[in-house]
Structure formats: C-alpha cells, structure tokens
C-alpha cells in the first residue's frame, strides 16, 4: 500500500507561536504528515502566518495572542482580554475541525488550542526545542500526553512528569536535514566567510557592532566576506558601509537559501534561538553565540551552554558585545584555524537524526 495511506482521514491541528522556532518545526512535522495522508492545519498568530507564504497549501487560522508576565498592570487587562478571545475562537475552530490529536509547539499563541484539548477529550502532544521548557508549555505538561524535547532539560521541567518525555531530537527542516553537511561548499575562493544570525526578527545591535568589526579585520589585510541578517531599517545603512569600505558582503532579512549560505560559512555569530544554532551545528559552522540577554527563563543561554559543553561555540553575552571584544574573538579564530578544524571534525560527528520520523511514531500511539 501506498505510505500516503498511513494517515487517511485523521486531522491533526498544530499549535505554534510566531517565532521561527516555534514555527519551523511545527510547518517541518505539517509537510511531513501531509505527504503521509494526514490532514493538517495550523493555529498562530499574525508573526507566525507571514512564515507560511512559502508553503500555500498548508492551512492555517490566525487568533490574537499575547503573554499576560511581566506587564504593567493595563497592559495585562488587555492581554487576558485577548487570551479570552482567542479561547473562543480557537474553541469555534476545534468543533469545526474535530480534529484526532493537537500538537503544541510552544509560545503564547499555541495555548488557547491546547488547553482546550481537555474540555474536548482530545490528545495533545507538546513539543520544546530549547533547554528549559517554556511557560505555555509547562502549564500545559499537566495535561499532555506526551511531552516531546530536542534534548534532555536541565532546568525548569516539572519532575512529576517525567514519565511522559521522549527525546526526539531537533525537528530540523527537511531542506537542511537532507542537504550534504560533510562537505563546505567554498566554490574555490580562498576567502574567510563570515555569517550573522539575528534570529527571525533580526537583532538590532548585530547592525550597530559587527560592521566596523568587519572592517577591521578587513583592513588588516584578510580576505574575508559577510552575510548578514538584518532588521529591515537598518539593512541599507549596512548595505552602504560594506560597499564603501569595499568588504564583500550579502545583505538580508530573511533568506529562503539560509542553508547554502549556512553550508559556505567558516564562521557564525549567532542570537541563540534552539533551531538556528541546530541548524549551524548540522552544517558543521562553528559559531560565536549571543544570547539574548531578556529572552525568558534565559533559554538562549541555556541553549548555548548545551553546544558550549560539546566544544561548538564560543558565548559572548551581550552585555560583552562591543568591538573589541568581538574583535579579538574573530582574529583569534582567523589566525588560527586549525580552531575550527577540530570543531568541524566534532560537529561532523554529531547525530542529525530524523527527528520528524521518530515524532511520527509517536503520534500513531494516539490516533
């Protein structure tokens, strides 16, 4: 029998917030399952629908979304107010679709649906890519059951529920998975590349300290190029100083080829969101990790300690992030390179398993 049978007729309703890494996995599991006779749709918010331009035959709802922490007090009225609304529209969209599973992929915009897979007696799965387990998913613990990690949680995860956890690995997606990671596609140049990764909504002090950074190095006389990632406002500024410092340079906001740019890079600094520094791990690029300084619960931290230990990466908090700390960080790689050998040769040895296949299996326990 055809594999697409496997699925037939069983719908499953995936939960995700707007970030790319709650997003990417979530539409990674989606294409997955749909070429294997599931039918899928997708619940987020604004953020995380501009993500799904790329693939238009997957179905989505949009609700509002919105963390009720660490907010004044108005602005805490309103997000209630939103979570309330979101509830009942997510509630409309459930008795519509009368799904057989919902899988929650972390983020405010993934709860509403997935609290409510209690009053409808329906499955839910969660999955959480990052080292500590985020806020909308430890609420929902309680009720999931099954709980789907990258990677063993070192911090915040509820002891009670242990029983329910299966190590999956991260959900990378499918055109990164698959794609030849042995080998750096260098096309000939002797030319140091280097990439920055700001995380899907760009990181704004990336733009203010790594240009000069660049031209520095530069005009010691290395030979060097820079793919950057970018907030929108800042992209031409950046674009300018590149082309009058005469600095080879690939300016972006968002790119659908980050893997073959990925794939070329000798050296990334990195914000330390769980799918982008596992994605540079799959390709081998060893990186400079910044981690959000506010991000919550301090997960980017986490994550980048996890590599940190295996020997992947180099952490630069943000509170250390200026020129010359930089600076010094980069010509020490440059100038000794064989640092990045020895990276690469570990990160070569490094188990991107199929994590969507594992995921699958799981998911047939239940429906």
Request: charged share 25%; proline share 3%.
């Amino acid at each position: 029998m055809c594999q697409g049978i496997i699925g037939m007729n069983k719908k499953i309703i995936f939960a995700s917030g707007g970030t790319g890494g709650h997003i990417f996995p979530a539409v990674t599991m989606m294409n997955h399952l749909s070429q294997n006779g599931y039918e899928v749709i997708l619940v987020t918010d604004k953020r995380g629908h501009g993500f799904l331009k790329k693939y238009p035959k997957l179905k989505s709802y949009v609700i509002a979304a919105s963390s009720p922490t660490d907010k004044k007090f108005i602005n805490k009225v309103v997000s209630l107010f939103l979570i309330i609304i979101s509830l009942f529209k997510s509630a409309t969209i459930i008795y519509k679709i009368k799904p057989n599973l919902i899988f929650g992929f972390g983020g405010y915009a993934s709860f509403s649906v997935s609290i409510l897979s209690k009053l409808f007696n329906i499955p839910l799965i969660i999955y959480d890519n990052n080292l500590v387990l985020g806020r909308a998913n430890k609420v929902l613990a309680s009720i999931s059951k099954k709980i789907l990690l990258a990677n063993k949680m070192s911090k915040n995860f509820p002891d009670q529920h242990n029983k329910k956890i299966h190590e999956v690995g991260f959900i990378l997606r499918k055109e990164i998975a698959n794609y030849n990671n042995k080998i750096k596609q260098k096309n000939g140049r002797n030319i140091f590349s280097i990439l920055v990764l700001g995380g899907s909504q760009g990181a704004k002090i990336f733009g203010e300290v790594i240009p000069p950074v660049i031209k520095r190095i530069n005009d010691l006389g290395h030979k060097i190029e820079i793919k950057q990632q970018c907030r929108e406002e800042q992209k031409e500024s950046i674009v300018n100083f590149y082309k009058n410092n005469k600095i080879v340079n690939e300016v972006f906001n968002f790119s659908d080829d980050i893997f073959k740019i990925m794939s070329s890079a000798d050296l990334a600094i990195s914000r330390c969101g769980a799918s982008s520094i596992a994605e540079l791990v799959h390709f081998c690029t060893p990186f400079i990790a910044v981690p959000l300084e506010n991000s919550i619960d301090d997960h980017q931290l986490l994550n980048a300690k996890f590599f940190e230990e295996k020997k992947y990466c180099w952490i630069l908090k943000e509170e250390n992030f200026n020129s010359d700390n930089l600076y010094n960080c980069i010509i020490k790689i440059i100038e000794n390179k064989k640092i990045l050998e020895n990276i690469h040769e570990k990160m070569k040895k490094n188990d991107s398993n199929n994590a969507h296949i594992k995921v699958e299996n799981i998911i047939k326990d239940f429906i």
